[in-house]
């Protein structure tokens, strides 16, 4: 169904890492290029959101990048500008006094949706879609949360992504070419390749060990960043994009930071994948390939509970012996626990883990997709 063009404003501030500006940049271009929405993404912090986006030039406080009004979100002194008829601020951040004036300004009032973090919870369920009356402003707000039930808005995913990766999976060409592009010999027949964005992670220290010495060859595809600090001591040298790297039966390519399809690409290429926080962690998903998920840690391992309520989701179609080995080996990889001891097994039971990563991304795409949703339930607000 198509849906008249509105004006949207996305609020992102940056607080540390991708995964704010991640998923607000993603949120836009899927507004503006399939629903044909005019957006305005305001942003605190260019240089990070250049690192996804090579084409945005960070000295600009307004530019248009692939059909989005991208605009630095000033620390003082916001510019005075009508508010849009969508306004979306990310994960909670406080929107600037001059546009809640702008708002209280507009007739009729905007629709103002906060958009929350993803969680499996179950509570999530229950506090999608709730209105928040801001007396104080006289305006109303709804919270949207992304989620892996039919009761939530959803996870964001392009259109046509499924079948591109489908596509790509069954090009053996293309992924050689790829594998060559990225500086890689190609593929031996028994050779595991796995890509690994996570944190910081002790857990990464046996599993280095596990992969020197194990009887598969491994090549591990780091991008660049928060995870060499975990691999630097094992190498006894500084890492850095572009380094390729040989220890036993494991070699480590370290990657420059792409952009988001690049980074499609790796996970769709990979045989399993190790992600992080929010936006990889759902790419991931899509990838249709194993992974692991390193959590963003929370204060008084928050982040724990969290994480056993995706599993508890993710695992319960699984056969026992291999929904406690997943299961395992996320906990372990999230606690520096012994993720190693789990590898063997773990290498085993990949076909049919792969399986399940396949049918797990069909059944949550049948759930329905978040920027649709969200399209969906503004329109019905602002009718
Ligand atoms: O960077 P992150 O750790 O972001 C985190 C989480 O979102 C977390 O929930 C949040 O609370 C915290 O930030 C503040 O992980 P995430 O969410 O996976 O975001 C990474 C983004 O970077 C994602 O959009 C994919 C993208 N990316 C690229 O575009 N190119 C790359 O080469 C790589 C490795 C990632």
Redesign the pocket.
Known sequence: MSHPARTWDIFCTV??????I??TW?LARQLAHEHGQTVRLWVDDLASFA??CPGLNVTLAEQQVAGITVRLWPRDGFPEVDAAEVVIEA?ACSLPDAYLSAMQQRRPQPAWYNLE??SAEDWVDGCHNLSSPQPRLGLMKRFFFPGFSAETGGLLCEAGLLEARDAWQADEAAQAAYWQTLGLPARRPDELRISV?C?EADALTGLVEAWSQGPTPVTALV?A?RALSSLAPLFDQPLSAGLLLQRGQLTVKI??????S??DR?LWSCDANI???????V?AQWAARPFVWHI?PQDEGAHLVKLDAFLDRYLAALPPEQATLLGNMNRAFNTGADAAALWPSFTTALPELKQHAQAWAKQQRAHGELAGQLVHNAENWLQ
Do not use: A, K, M, W
């Open positions: 607080i540390d890492n991708f995964g704010d991640g998923v993603r690192r996804l994960f973090y993803l964005f944190y991008p960043g990657l420059p930071f792409t952009d988001q690049g980074y790796l992600v992080r926080g929010e936006d990889s962690f790419r963003y």
